[in-house]
């Protein structure tokens, strides 16, 4: 596709949540869920309320989203065969266009992304979900950190990182970066304190209820830094 004269290429942010209810959100109608920056999002852009998957398992619908095809045509169809050879995924065009690339968070299509568009990789690998949410997280595209830290903060300071570095860039470069939180796959797990405050606040729900409910609630949190990262006037943003 030739480019548009006159125009500057825009910055992208595509943000992919994983095991996460249709209606898990606040503008989505869930009772207790608290997701200001979500909601905010859905406001003030386009929310497509009947968007499905036709294959709805992490690596085959994953491949779909970076090849752009059906898994009848992509042929990945489950999460452990090898990717078939010869398909090409979309970072790979928007590195030709001139686009910086990273990924963080959960990759789980091949062995690493490095390898299929992306210049950059904070904890993309080629399993599907963390050993825990806190470390170690035995992952070798992610640095241990300190006792006590949360995957779902984590990865989302990460996100920022990558963005100010390509910010900083003096080549002034468009970029594109993929923040991909393991969120809220299994294992459940949150900060004590945050799944207590939660029972505090909703008397009656379940240990687990609680904790899946911290991690939606931390990871509009990590999106709301995210945001706050970026020039919203040059800057996409896709949240699925």
Not at 97 to 106: C, L, Q
Not at 112 to 122: I, K, M
Not at 192 to 220: C, F, L, Q, W
């Amino acid at each position: 596709m030739p480019k548009v004269a006159g125009e500057t290429p825009r910055n992208i942010i595509f943000i992919l949540a994983d095991d996460h209810r249709f209606d898990a959100m606040g503008f989505a109608g869930h009772p207790f869920l608290e997701t200001p920056n979500l909601d905010h999002m859905a406001k003030g852009g386009a929310w497509f309320p009947n968007a499905f998957v036709t294959t709805s398992l992490c690596s085959p619908s994953r491949a779909s989203i970076v090849t752009g095809q059906y898994a009848h045509n992509h042929n990945v169809v489950d999460n452990y065969n090898p990717l078939p050879k010869g398909l090409i995924f979309f970072p790979e065009y928007m590195q030709q266009a001139g686009y910086d690339t990273a990924f963080v968070g959960k990759w789980h299509i091949s062995d690493d992304p490095l390898d299929h568009g992306f210049e950059r990789n904070v904890g993309g690998w080629r399993l599907g979900h963390p050993k825990s949410y806190f470390p170690p997280y035995k992952n070798p595209a992610l640095e241990d950190g300190e006792e006590g830290e949360y995957l779902v903060d984590r990865l989302g300071r990460e996100t920022v990182s990558m963005i100010r570095d390509f910010e900083a860039d003096t080549k002034g470069r468009p970029w594109f970066v993929t923040y991909s939180p393991y969120a809220v796959h299994t294992p459940i797990q949150a900060p004590e304190d945050a799944v207590e405050e939660m029972k505090k606040r909703h008397p009656g729900i379940s240990n687990r209820a609680a904790r899946y409910a911290v991690m939606v609630e931390r990871t509009d949190a990590a999106v709301a830094e995210i945001l706050a990262a970026v020039d919203p006037e040059s800057t996409v943003v896709c949240f699925v």
